[in-house]
């Protein structure tokens, strides 16, 4: 089991519990205790930053994590808002999967796994399973080949040893868990509401981000009343509606989901995307990536300890260093809460020896086609520079950034120019970026920055010169906020 965090509202340090679940778990207390009340408007970053001690971005996670459970929602230019509590009503489920309901109706279902491995999980999946990583297989159903729901689910590791390197195409998951392992959904509670696609549900769905989907939350146990399966399933509203059989309290019937004809006009279809982990998101409200190169590193937990507590929590160790993996170890296991990388990746060996070290994410300045033809289960940044280069690497990884380089040659004004005819493609300009122009290439469309020397010269990085960085990082992130307004 894992641990509490500290009572009384102030953050524990020496918990293993990462920052941004502690300081959710605080900010939840206070809303469910009316602290803050419904329409109420929650404190600044800045103020909670003061408050808690903590980086921006640690507050960044918390508030994301907050408004994706329903907690707040989030005004751009406003601030964060607390929601009115949503009335739950009960019905019963029974215990069979989506792919045994709708394949008992005649009905064509299709599965695709679009990430499956082991990874940590959100604080209310924390508090139902009680492991601090899970079996995460995240995969879009579609019926009769429309595009149904989108799905994410989590499974302990130690109930289903092996489960994350299962092919699961086209599969039941349930079928599987009882065949393999002998596990059964029994008993849970599963609770329906109609909510805004975010990005990543949009982009799997085929429609706008913001666009009604009907989210289903399932917390399921085995026979032996542990904890089991968690689940969150993200249903387009044009296609799917769930049904209820109003009988005699005595005798309570499941809720049926229904498939829609469609006899209304589909929602529109965007480009279908493929990124994991939320890695485009993350990118696209943080804005920097810290590029850490030096012939060799000092600890990798103080590099990006540093860096995270100035304000920029992307950090991506090249592996030109001679110990770049270790300090990518390091990293990760010194600072859970930033988000970990391998650049200059030049050979798909070089890609599963990053990921076995515990990268969260890989760059390579060229566009290899080895990197994404296998699933390594992070996503692959590719380089270009030339239009053509740019949208042949955006093309193979299925929509990821791409990384502009070297953005010196052409400036701002060459990146502008290059995201003209492209304004889908996320570009991300390497090799000349620090903070006397990064406002120029955000304002020339960039997507996100890369920050190499200015932000991580060689000295501080040899020596692990956590304070220095720090320092580095909190100007470089008070100039993108300032650029972004």
């Known amino acids: 089991m894992t641990d509490t965090v500290a009572d009384g509202g102030t953050i524990d340090r ?13 900010l939840r207390t206070d809303i469910q205790g009316g602290v803050y009340a419904p329409g109420d408007l929650l404190p600044s970053e800045n103020e909670i930053c003061e408050r808690y001690d903590v980086s921006r971005s640690v507050v960044r996670q918390t508030l994301q994590n907050l408004a994706r459970a329903g907690f707040i929602h989030t005004e751009r230019g406003r601030g964060s808002f607390v929601v009115e509590s949503k009335v739950s009503e009960r019905f019963v489920q029974q215990a069979a999967g989506f ?16 990430r499956q491995g082991i990874a940590p999980v959100p604080l209310e999946v924390r508090e ?21 729901l989108y799905v994410t689910t989590y499974i302990p590791v130690e109930r289903c040893p092996g489960l994350e390197a299962h092919d699961l195409t086209d599969r039941s998951l349930y079928a599987h868990l009882e065949e393999a392992y002998g596990l059964r959904v029994h008993s849970g509670r599963r609770s329906i509401e109609a909510v805004p696609a975010e990005e990543d549900a949009a982009e799997h769905l085929g429609i706008p981000p913001g666009a009604p989907v009907l989210l289903l939350r399932s917390a399921s ?30 005798a309570a019937q499941p809720v049926q989901q229904t498939v829609i004809a469609a006899a209304t006009p589909p929602i529109p279809a965007t480009a279908e995307t493929d990124v ?67 650049g200059s990746v030049l050979t798909l060996e070089d890609a599963r020896r990053a990921v076995e070290a515990g990268a969260q994410f890989l760059v390579s300045p060229a566009r290899l086609r080895e990197l994404v033809s296998v699933d390594l289960g992070v996503p692959v940044v590719l380089a270009g520079y030339t239009p053509s280069e740019v949208l042949e690497a955006y093309r193979l990884t299925r929509g990821s950034p791409v990384k502009v380089f070297p953005a010196s040659a052409g400036g701002p004004g060459y990146l502008r120019a290059l995201a003209a005819p492209m304004p889908k493609v996320p570009l991300m300009p390497s090799g000349g970026v620090d903070e006397t122009n990064l406002a120029e290439f955000l304002a020339a469309g960039a997507f996100a920055l890369n920050l190499g020397s200015s932000l991580c010269p060689v000295p501080a990085v040899v020596e692990g010169d956590a304070a220095q960085l720090r320092r580095r990082a909190t100007t470089v992130r008070a100039r993108v906020d300032e650029a972004l307004g």
Request: hydrophobic share 40%; no cysteine.
């Open 128 to 148: 139902f399973l009680g492991v601090d990583s899970a079996v995460r297989i995240d995969r879009v159903r579609s019926v009769d080949g429309r595009r149904l």
């Open 14 to 26: 020496t918990s293993p519990t990462p920052l941004y679940h502690q300081l959710e778990q605080i």
């Open 99 to 114: 792919y045994e309901d709708l394949t008992r109706m005649g009905l064509e279902v299709t599965t695709e796994v679009v």
């Open 276 to 342: 994991r982990d939320g890695f485009r998101q993350h990118l696209e409200r943080e804005r920097v990536i810290a590029v850490v190169r030096a012939p060799s590193y000092g600890d990798g937990a103080a590099v990006a300890g540093g860096l995270l507590d100035g304000g920029v929590s992307i950090v991506e160790f090249t592996l030109t260093g001679t110990n770049a993996l270790q300090a990518i170890e390091q990293a990760r296991a010194g600072v859970p809460d930033a988000l970990i990388g391998a």
């Open 221 to 250: 146990r085995s026979e032996d009343g542990q904890p089991l399966e968690w689940f969150a399933a993200w249903h387009r509203a044009d296609r799917t509606r769930f049904e209820v059989e109003i009988v005699d309290g005595k």
